[in-house]
């Protein structure tokens, strides 16, 4: 028989959210998520994370703790970003299911239900779908371009990679570490670990407080992060597959061209002032060299795995074990 602490816990509930100078928010936020989740009958709590605000957010937040029993609040030191705040709300959810929502009051509370549901059908991730955008056309544009380059770097094809309402199993978000901008890629970090995701439409409002903070340049370093999280997810275990294969490419690319002057010059042409034997030793030098890096990569990655016991090597991508 399972004890009363793990009942709670197996049908608890935590709502992280991330919020950054939205005092006149709050408020309504935890009003709109109690009228979601109490017709569910599951104990839930509600953890605010204070991204460093400049406002009377974390007052209005110690309101709201004073007065509710479902409400913890957590306060950065200051502005670290998004990731940063989601791993601190991550660290402090006691619940079996975890769900990210903005503070903007974009993101419709009564859409929780539902992902809820549809987690329920099997899957470890339910991502929110804005299909009806409230946003300028512009922000629109680009979220389109950069959903479309996303899915076909990373091989998860989502219409909306960056939606701040998402539902998890507790053990997908405890198992991720994510900073900078890592966490628009939460989804891909988890689908490269081999947990199911879903996606579903939800409804999307027109921002109603404070502006956004969004612009074309988190678009940029969110295309960079994009190439960390496809080199780290494919390649961490593997880096000689990326480095050597690299270097083999132009060192053979390197050695055909020495090859083909070597019989120009077995032919009597002269070659030393050809820019084309510069390039072959060149490619054929920078070959060597990623090939090298490759090597030194796996050696490194060798030793953390030494590092690493048995048991967690073994228990890393179990999924389930039936005694």
């Not at 006149?24 to 104990?43: G, K, Q, W």
């Not at 200051?78 to 959810?93: C, D, E, H, I, V």
């Not at 997908?172 to 890629?185: D, M, P, Q, S, W």
Request: proline letters at 3%; charged letters at 25%.
């Amino acid at each position: 028989m399972p004890s009363a602490e793990d009942v709670v816990r197996e049908s608890s509930i935590s709502v992280v959210i991330p919020v950054h100078d939205e005092e006149r928010s709050v408020a309504l936020l935890l009003d709109e998520i109690r009228s979601a989740l109490e017709p569910l009958d599951r104990t839930w709590e509600a953890i605010f994370v204070d991204d460093g605000s400049i406002d009377g957010t974390i007052a209005a937040l110690t309101r709201l703790h004073a007065h509710n029993d479902e409400v913890q609040v957590v306060r950065l030191r200051r502005n670290f970003g998004k990731s940063a705040a989601l791993m601190a709300g991550f660290a402090q959810a006691s619940g079996e299911i975890v769900v990210t929502i903005d503070g903007d009051l974009q993101d419709d509370p009564a859409e929780i239900p539902r992902l809820l549901a549809k987690l329920d059908e099997g899957f470890d991730l339910v991502s929110g779908w804005k299909k009806e955008r409230r946003d300028p056309w512009r922000r629109r544009v680009l979220s389109r371009i950069f959903n479309v380059v996303a899915g076909r770097m990373s091989g998860l094809r989502l219409h909306d990679m960056n939606c701040g309402l998402k539902a998890y199993r507790a053990e997908v978000v405890h198992g991720l570490r994510i900073y900078g901008e890592l966490h628009r890629f939460l989804p891909v970090l988890a689908h490269y670990r081999g947990y199911r995701i879903a996606e579903i439409p939800v409804n999307h409002r027109p921002r109603s407080h404070g502006r956004s903070r969004y612009g074309v340049e988190r678009y940029v370093r969110g295309f960079l992060d994009l190439l960390s999280v496809s080199f780290i997810s494919r390649y961490r275990q593997r880096p000689l597959h990326l480095f050597g294969g690299l270097g083999l490419v132009l060192g053979l690319a390197g050695f055909g061209i020495l090859v083909y002057l070597t019989v120009l010059k077995a032919l009597g042409e002269s070659i030393g002032e050809r820019p084309l034997l510069i390039l072959g030793v060149l490619l054929v030098v920078v070959g060597m060299q990623f090939f090298s890096l490759g090597l030194l990569s796996e050696m490194v990655t060798s030793q953390h795995e030494e590092r690493a016991g048995d048991r967690e090597r073994a228990e890393r991508h179990v999924e389930e074990i039936l005694r």
